[in-house]
């Protein structure tokens, strides 16, 4: 009887688990189906002018129409609080120096080093001085993100899972939001000046000028075929730590990784344009594909805006915003289309700052000697006492301490000029001539401007702040003392001061991170890490290619083309240094020989070994050359490295290893063949350590991505509803089709002006940042097989609309 009441009370408590499991699957399912955005019925908005609407269609891909652009801007703001909200949140917080709020003491190196700059003080001023216009457009745009945000059943899942509530948007944030761009597009001019001030340090003029040309013959400049590089020679010695191993006695060596190099990000953007006269339609065609971190959600959310003109009609804007801000980043408007892409100008400087007893608490810097003005800035932390930061601040900027000195940063991002909202009117330019000044005015981190307009013109011209000053040269990349002259800002240059390109006689024009100018106008930028070039000459080239008249699939085609034009010398190399000798009773380097001739596609094609064996060859012997000195590097800054000196050191490195200069081999090699063999021996150790067959290791298998929301690796139980399932993906650095396991290609956009419909677009996610979205991983097929999808939205599969 005891044993059969025992077995009922058993089984009631079994039940009862088991209801209340599902009563919790339950109440997270409904939870996260409440966070979902509201695709139709009405909103009652106050404060609109006529109405709005947001007509989705069947990818989530919206049109948002409106009686007024103020209208549009609030349903703008409604739509991206509903459906990005926690990726605005993110951007706003990395720029600000408030990450640890959300996530905890681990945020709290980040935070620091980005609090550093005072970036929501200097969002808080420049709305003081921002137009009216612009702040009531800025204003609308944050009482629909606010109004989207209240509309969800539920606060997005991801403060769910952190236990916080999120905290509503404001006009700063927004400002934020741009500032967001200048750590991911110019983030690495501080580390660099780092790394060159050490390298500076640690080597003759006559070899820096040897190890960091400032042109190589891979440069595609838009204003000639190429550069005319200075002819250099080989200096009689290397620098000391030249092939040196590291201090650890050259552990490392025998180390099977290869390069952690080769496993960095890339710098990355392709944009250009050909000329009405080679298209079919006798209007421009304009190309972008901006080289971003692929995550979930994809950094870009695409749309079409439309609104009254101010002249009796209708103006129609499809491309990409960026959450957070209300502006069409890239696209058309009709009559001009235009992209971007990162113009690795030379936009920061560190100023050693001098120090005397005599003057206690006071630097000098080339305007003297002064008094940094001193912050105490809060960090907020979850779970623990809120950190405390002192910032001192010149009239250069913050001063950051490295390696025993003390710096003040003179970085464009620190000015009122920084960051604005001129990027709006593009919307309303009329002439490639209009939006070419406009540019001139945005605020945003200084840019590539490639545009086209629907009369066939086409141009370039840098889009952001520039300042005026004196010219420096190669000297100004390096960090400056305070009695240098060569960093001093004496304004602002004027919009028709910026150097162009229009309507070149070849009717075409290429950027893709690389030098843009050799002749006038180059000293204006200056050098802040240009890329190597090939990937310009390569899409330069591929232009060319494409005869006297073209049309807007073949244009966008380019995007795709993942040759290893680059790497071909280098493949060259290695089966040379793998002769019959070499070869002989080594049974893996004879494969490895068979599998560079045999497993090359002359593509980083996911199914060739020999690309993956060539790129991984490249990367050992920057390994083994630069090792010491990048460890040395490293103690100044993590991020400063022989390839944050200079991107041009493959062509270095081919050139030692054509020309075999004795002085330059490094002691512990008996031949440069023997060099070779080493970094080869290293590739095939890594690509067979645990077993693997050398012939399963493809470049696909490399180069597989990783796309995820950043909760993917927090909440492992939902892990694999926030990440992609692995994609191999072509294409590589060095060559159009730019693709690495989390960096590429973060969308695809190329159109005609005025014949929008015609325009092709995809990227790698979908819509929504909500992972029971339909509009989660809607595209990313189309994205990873390149598929030529459609740019405006289709016919309207929901409507939400907006009433006042």
Not at 266 to 290: E, F, K
Not at 398 to 426: C, D, F, K, M, Q
Not at 444 to 453: H, L, R, S, Y
Not at 485 to 496: F, I, M, N, S
Request: charged fraction near 20%; avoid cysteine.
């Amino acid at each position: 009887m005891q044993k059969s009441r025992l077995g009922v009370w058993s089984k009631r408590v079994v039940i009862g688990l088991v209801v209340l499991i599902l009563a919790a699957v339950a109440g997270a399912w409904l939870y996260l189906r409440g966070s979902l955005a509201q695709l139709e019925g009405t909103v009652q908005a106050p404060g609109l002018e006529a109405g709005a609407s947001v007509a989705r269609d069947e990818h989530g891909v919206p049109l948002i129409s409106g009686g007024s652009r103020m209208d549009v801007a609030y349903a703008t703001g409604f739509v991206h609080a509903q459906e990005r909200y926690f990726q605005m949140d993110l951007l706003r917080r990395v720029s600000a120096g408030e990450l640890s709020e959300l996530f905890g003491a681990r945020a709290l190196p980040l935070d620091k080093s980005h609090r550093l700059h005072r970036f929501r003080a200097r969002a808080e001023l420049a709305l003081k001085t921002m137009p009216a216009a612009d702040r009531a457009l800025l204003e609308r745009y944050v009482e629909g993100v606010n109004a989207g945000l209240r509309k969800l059943g539920a606060r997005p899942f991801e403060y769910a899972l952190i236990g916080m509530p999120p905290r509503a948007w404001s006009a700063a944030d927004s400002l934020l939001a741009i500032w967001a761009m200048y750590f991911d597009l110019q983030g690495s001019q501080e580390p660099r000046e780092l790394a060159r001030g050490w390298f500076r340090d640690h080597a003759t003029e006559e070899q820096r000028a040897f190890l960091a040309p400032e042109s190589t013959q891979w440069d595609a400049p838009l204003d000639a075929q190429s550069v005319t590089a200075a002819d250099i020679a080989i200096p009689a010695a290397p620098p000391a730590w030249w092939g040196k191993p590291k201090a650890d006695g050259g552990a490392a060596h025998t180390d099977p990784k290869v390069a952690a190099a080769e496993f960095l990000n890339t710098v990355g953007s392709n944009n250009w344009a050909v000329a009405g006269g080679r298209s079919d339609t006798g209007a421009a065609i304009v190309s972008d594909d901006m080289h971003l971190g692929i995550q979930l959600p994809a950094i870009w959310y695409r749309l079409a805006l439309q609104f009254p003109d101010g002249k009796g009609g209708q103006r129609r804007v499809v491309g990409v915003t960026l959450p957070g801000t209300p502006a069409v980043v890239v696209g058309s408007n009709g009559h001009v289309a235009w992209g971007f892409t990162n113009s690795y100008g030379d936009y920061l400087d560190l100023i050693v700052l001098d120090t005397d007893p005599a003057k206690p608490g006071q630097v000098r810097t080339q305007a003297g000697w002064e008094t940094p003005v001193a912050h105490e800035e809060t960090i907020l932390i979850k779970g623990e006492p809120a950190a405390k930061l002192a910032v001192r601040e010149t009239s250069l900027g913050p001063i950051r301490e490295a390696a025993g000195r003390s710096y003040a940063i003179h970085w464009v991002a620190h000015t009122p000029a920084a960051v604005n909202l001129n990027a709006r009117n593009l919307e309303f330019a009329d002439t490639l001539e209009q939006a070419m000044g406009i540019a001139a005015t945005m605020g945003i981190p200084a840019q590539n401007f490639v545009g086209g307009d629907d009369k066939g013109n086409i141009g370039w011209t840098i889009a952001g702040a520039l300042p005026r000053r004196a010219p420096a040269g190669v000297a100004a990349t390096y960090p400056l003392s305070a009695d240098d002259q060569a960093g001093v800002w004496t304004g602002w240059l004027k919009p028709e001061e910026y150097p162009r390109v229009v309507n070149p006689a070849g009717g075409q024009l290429a950027t893709a991170n690389s030098r843009q100018l050799a002749n006038a106008g180059a000293e204006l930028l200056g050098d802040g890490g240009f890329d190597l070039g090939a990937r310009t000459h390569q899409v330069r080239d591929d232009l060319t290619a494409l005869g006297p008249k073209t049309d807007v699939k073949k244009v966008y085609a380019i995007t795709l083309d993942d040759r290893a034009v680059f790497l071909t010398a280098w493949r060259e190399r290695a089966m040379a240094a793998l002769d019959a000798k070499a070869v002989e009773g080594k049974p893996l380097r004879a494969e490895a020989l068979k599998l560079l001739k045999d497993s090359w596609t002359g593509k980083a094609s996911v199914d060739s070994v020999g690309y993956r064996i060539t790129r991984a060859y490249m990367y050992a012997l920057y390994d083994i050359l630069f090792e010491s000195a990048n460890e040395e590097m490293a103690k100044v800054d993590a991020k400063a490295n022989m390839a944050a000196v200079t991107s041009r050191w493959p062509v270095v490195v081919a050139r030692v290893l054509d020309e075999k200069p004795a002085a330059w081999l490094p002691p512990r090699y008996a031949s440069w063949q023997a060099l070779q063999l080493a970094a080869l021996d290293r590739v095939i150790a890594d690509l067979t350590k645990d077993g693997k067959p050398l012939a399963s290791a493809t470049w696909g298998e490399r180069n597989t991505a990783a796309s995820a929301h950043p909760f993917a690796a927090v909440v492992p139980v939902l892990g694999k509803y926030l990440k992609v399932a692995p994609d191999m993906l072509p294409g590589d650095q060095h060559m159009p089709r730019v693709s690495g396991p989390s960096f590429g290609q973060s969308e695809r956009l190329t159109v005609s002006p005025g014949h929008e419909e015609q325009g092709v677009f995809n990227m790698p996610g979908g819509q929504s940042g909500h992972p029971l979205s339909p509009y989660f991983l809607d595209g990313r097929a189309d994205w990873v097989s390149g598929r030529d999808t459609p740019l405006l939205p289709g016919p309207a599969a929901h409507t939400l609309t907006f009433v006042k």
